[in-house]
């Protein structure tokens, strides 16, 4: 397999504060990478760096070995990102809102259906996004990101608000856009939805990549106390 991501030495510092130690890794075509780690971790601002929304103080990120920096108008459309939470277009209905960043992808004329079929969401297509609830703005926050079926999608903490019922399609939905060959990475606080999708798992603390686990999908019970337990240890 061909290495899709690649990380290089990426860190941040805000004011002075270090919030991402120099970190590197790599993710191949259809792999899965989980970034677990307790609050304040640097989850989000690697996720941030590797979306572009962020500029990191040193270091380099690639995708198909297109720099983000030398050549961010491509690597962005090789992306697809959910932030954490909605920071605008409250005001859009669900449809407009999948259109409206379908369009910049040039996406097929059924897809914005077929995502808010998946997603659940058919009941409320024409309902502005302000009177969503929080797991069905986060279902569509995921629609978007995955609408032009990017090779790599990026998601922070993407079950936070979802029903057990949706956590459960989401992982079957994951498992079935990694078998596509699309990249994933995200983070999450959820050791069970890490263990049912990851095939890595990064513990981050303090800005720092402590652990790199592997998971071999072989006993994803037994790996979950597993990883509880380490989990905890590194919490210690
Ligand atoms: N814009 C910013 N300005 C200053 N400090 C920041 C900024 N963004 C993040 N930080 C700091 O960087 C550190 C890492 O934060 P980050 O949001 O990456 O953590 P996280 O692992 O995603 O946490 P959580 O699980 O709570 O979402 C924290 O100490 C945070 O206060």
């Avoid at 677990?36 to 601002?45: I, P």
Wanted: charged fraction near 25%; aromatic fraction near 8%; proline fraction near 3%.
């Amino acid at each position: 397999m061909t290495v899709r991501l690649e990380v290089r030495n990426v860190s941040k510092i805000f004011k002075g504060k270090t919030a991402l130690y120099p970190l590197s890794l790599t993710a191949e075509e259809g792999e899965c990478l989980v970034l677990c780690g307790g609050n304040g971790a640097g989850k989000s601002t690697l996720l941030h760096i590797l979306a572009g929304i962020s500029t990191p103080g040193e270091g380099a990120v690639l995708i198909n070995q297109v720099d983000l920096q030398n050549n961010r108008k491509k690597y962005v459309s090789l992306i697809g990102y959910m932030p954490d939470e909605f920071a605008a277009q409250e005001t859009m209905t669900v449809t407009e809102f999948l259109t409206f960043y379908g369009t910049f992808r040039k996406i097929a004329k059924d897809r914005v259906k077929e995502v808010i079929h998946i997603l659940g969401l058919e009941e409320k297509k024409n309902e502005l996004i302000k009177n969503l609830s929080k797991g069905m703005r986060q279902r569509l926050l995921f629609g978007q990101a995955w609408i032009a079926e990017p090779l790599v999608l990026i998601l922070d903490e993407p079950t936070n608000g979802l029903d057990p019922y949706w956590i459960n399609v989401f992982i079957d939905l994951l498992k079935k856009i990694k078998m596509s060959g699309t990249t994933v990475i995200f983070s999450t606080h959820m050791m069970d939805v890490a263990a049912e999708v990851a095939d890595k798992i990064i513990f981050m603390e303090n800005g720092k990549q402590m652990d790199t686990i592997i998971n071999e999908h072989s006993n994803t019970k037994q790996f979950m106390v597993d990883l509880l337990n380490r989990y905890r240890k590194k919490q210690e």
